[in-house]
């Protein structure tokens, strides 16, 4: 499901935002900075404080997640659901992938929210239907971030 495409981007860029559902039934969206590719099917992030999203995961585990590389103007978004999952109970294969990308943070995550994924999907900006190139992209939105 994940391409080797869609895992790239993701592990260059940690930071996915999750969408849940509140208890009344509205869409929450949370960013979340440690995320992992577990599996082509499986990826998680660790719960550091997130109270509302673990709240919402629990009582419904339907999410979607966003990944944005701002220089390619690409995106990877995924749909499944989301489990939580203590650290106490968390298996040594996930708790190993969080030591081999997080290790600095482990200590601060109570958990870990894991999501099975039903759904993936490479999103590219419409400046690549005009022509444009990745290459192009990435400059012109490099020199873009150095003149903030």
């Given at each position: 499901?994940?391409?080797?495409?869609?895992?790239?981007?993701?592990?260059?860029?940690?930071?996915?935002?999750?969408?849940?559902?509140?208890?009344?039934?509205?869409?929450?969206?949370?960013?979340?900075?440690?995320?992992?590719?577990?599996?082509?099917?499986?990826?998680?992030c660790g719960n550091i404080r997130s109270p509302?999203?673990?709240?919402?995961?629990?009582?419904?585990?339907?999410?979607?997640?966003?990944?944005?590389?701002?220089?390619?103007?690409?995106?990877?978004r995924v749909c499944g659901n989301g489990t939580?999952?203590?650290?106490?109970?968390?298996?040594?294969?996930?708790?190993?992938?969080?030591?081999?990308?997080?290790?600095?943070?482990?200590?601060?995550?109570?958990?870990?929210?894991?999501?099975?994924?039903?759904?993936?999907?490479?999103?590219?900006?419409?400046?690549?239907?005009?022509?444009?190139?990745?290459?192009?992209?990435?400059?012109?939105?490099?020199?873009?971030?150095?003149n903030l």
């Amino acid at each position: 499901m994940l391409t080797d495409e869609m895992q790239s981007l993701i592990r260059t860029h940690t930071a996915g935002f999750v969408a849940t559902v509140r208890a009344e039934g509205s869409a929450a969206v949370s960013p979340k900075a440690t995320f992992v590719v577990v599996d082509e099917r499986t990826i998680a992030c660790g719960n550091i404080r997130s109270p509302g999203t673990v709240a919402n995961l629990r009582r419904n585990p339907a999410c979607e997640i966003c990944f944005l590389d701002p220089l390619t103007r690409k995106a990877v978004r995924v749909c499944g659901n989301g489990t939580v999952i203590s650290k106490a109970v968390a298996s040594h294969e996930l708790t190993g992938v969080f030591e081999e990308y997080w290790a600095d943070f482990l200590q601060h995550m109570t958990g870990f929210m894991v999501f099975d994924l039903t759904s993936a999907e490479l999103i590219l900006s419409p400046a690549y239907d005009h022509g444009a190139t990745e290459q192009e992209l990435t400059a012109a939105n490099k020199a873009k971030m150095a003149n903030l």
